[in-house]
């Protein structure tokens, strides 16, 4: 079967960085995707990695790995306003997103 | 660039009664449409995919009788959820795809429609 894992939850401190993981298992890979998601709110658009390494965009930065099923989004810098959920979401050969349950990032002064 | 709309954000009906969601993809021409349900804590669901002029992909589980989908031309697409039930309250999502600028194979989100049926 298809499957995204990243963790449920993470904890950080305002000004400092943070990496959410998301390993994946599908059947055929078209792309990587990362969203952000305010409570009661649809998702935001991020970054999308399709080739292996680090994509940076201001603050936030992706990677990804494809031999390992992996990527990371990297969130330097961290804001109070970050603290949301994080979705990894990941494009199979049929072209259908297939979803992690998302990461809500605790953010503490 | 890439903005997507969703009306209304927020209905109240009674059990028994039909509601219509409508998703419009505002500065872009979206091929594929993609209609999602998700419930509180819980991951997006995808109901549906739809291109401009055919019929709707439901996946396994989602009845097509009861969510009806609509996608006439390349910027709206609608949902009626038909008959609907206490149980059919969520928070309904659409996206949509096509040639919005970012990467081709983006979803563009809208707002979101929360439905309560009473």
């Known amino acids: 079967g298809q499957n995204i894992d990243q963790p449920t939850e993470m904890t950080a401190t305002e000004g400092a960085i943070v990496q959410i993981n998301c390993t994946y298992q599908t059947s055929g890979f078209n792309g990587l995707f990362w969203y952000q998601q305010h409570a009661g709110e649809a998702p935001t658009f991020l970054s999308y990695?399709?080739l292996d390494g680090l994509e940076e965009k201001g603050r936030f930065s992706s990677f990804l790995s494809r031999s390992k099923g992996y990527s990371y989004l990297l969130l330097k810098e961290l804001q109070m306003k970050d603290s949301v959920s994080y979705l990894c979401?990941?494009?199979?050969?049929?072209?259908?997103?297939?979803w992690g349950a998302g990461t809500k990032l605790i953010i503490k002064p | 660039g890439a903005v997507v709309s969703q009306h209304p954000s927020r209905v109240i009906c009674k059990s028994g009664t039909s509601v219509k969601i409508e998703c419009r993809s505002l500065?872009?021409?979206?091929?594929?449409m993609f209609w999602y349900r998700q419930f509180p804590k819980q991951s997006l669901m995808l109901m549906a995919t739809?291109?401009?002029?055919?019929?709707?992909?439901?996946e396994q589980g989602v009845e097509k009788d009861k969510f009806l989908i609509n996608h006439a031309s390349l910027t709206l697409s609608t949902l009626t959820v038909t008959s609907a039930h206490p149980e059919d309250s969520s928070f309904y999502i659409c996206s949509a795809r096509g040639l919005a600028g970012g990467p081709a194979e983006t979803q563009y989100f809208g707002p979101g429609t929360r439905l309560l049926v009473l």
């Open positions: 979401a990941v494009m199979d050969s049929n072209y259908q997103l297939i």
């Open positions: 739809s291109n401009e002029g055919s019929k709707a992909t439901y």
């Open positions: 990695n399709v």
């Open positions: 500065d872009f021409q979206a091929t594929t």
